[in-house]
């Protein structure tokens, strides 16, 4: 069974930077994708990146791109969220997805992510 666990959220003013990680375990097929998705009071869930373990390809949402990174630690099973110039409106529950199999990009929609972590609030303040 899949197990994720995030890490790293926290309280920001605007323009801060914040680093979000998620530990997996309990999976042994290489053929993978891992995702950020959030979900702020009162919306719906959104993805927010993805990337593919075996190539490290990236996808992005577009009201992040520029200001988020997601990269991998293939040998740590842990993938990160590096947030910067934080903005009010990026105030969520962060969550960590998993997909697989996976064979390249994923887009970062719902569907697609089997397996989820308990979630990490981030709050931006103005």
């Known amino acids: 069974q899949v197990q994720l666990v995030e890490s790293g959220g926290g309280s920001v003013q605007a323009g801060g930077s914040l680093r979000l990680s998620c530990a997996a375990s309990?999976?042994?097929?290489?053929?993978?994708?891992m995702g950020w998705f959030r979900q702020a009071p009162g919306k719906e869930r959104e993805g927010v990146a993805t990337i593919y373990s075996a190539g490290g390809s990236t996808s992005y949402n577009d009201s992040v791109k520029g200001r988020f990174t997601i990269s991998q630690d293939n040998a740590k099973n842990t993938v990160y969220l590096q947030m910067n110039s934080l903005k009010p409106e990026d105030t969520a529950m962060y969550y960590c997805a998993f997909r697989s199999p996976c064979y390249g990009t994923s887009p970062p929609e719902l569907g697609l992510f089997g397996y989820w972590g308990q979630g990490t609030q981030v709050t931006v303040s103005s």
């Open positions: 309990g999976y042994t097929y290489r053929y993978n994708c």
